[in-house]
């Protein structure tokens, strides 16, 4: 049976969420619903690329890490129809500890986590010799 034949209370993302509403405090609770709720919308009404989504910065630097790795985990569930989803950080030695959801099966696969720390590192080299160039063209670097 996969995701869309689900029932909308049997939906992983729905399970998670009714997980979640048992065990977090009623605040915590609001406040990822707050974070979560216009991405799942989005995801229902499949128009995320016009949805601006960010677990850093802005108001969502007034969350905790840890509602920040929850609210990733649902969104995470909604994506991929899985409960497995972990947080991990990768140390990363350009970018300093980075964040990253995956599987539960590829977090605990040290040679994939070593692919994805280089996939991270190479984005980084990229961004920032674009960045160069940008700013040698008078561009706005920050993106």
Known sequence: MNESEFPPEHRPVDLY?????????????RQLLDV???VLR???E??????????????????SQELRD????????????????????????ETGPVRV???ADTAADPERLGEIADYIRERHRQNEELRGIAEVSDLPTDF
């Open 36 to 38: 979560v709720e216009p």
């Open 46 to 63: 499949q128009r995320l690329s016009s949805l601006d989504f960010a677990l850093d910065g802005g108001e969502a630097d007034e969350l």
């Open 70 to 93: 929850e609210a990733a985990l649902v969104i995470a569930a909604a994506v991929t129809g899985r409960l497995d989803n972990e947080v991990i950080e990768i140390q990363v030695a």
């Open 101 to 103: 959801i995956t599987d």
């Open 42 to 44: 989005a995801l229902e």
């Open 17 to 29: 969420l009714g997980l979640l509403r048992n065990r977090m405090d009623t605040e915590d609770y």
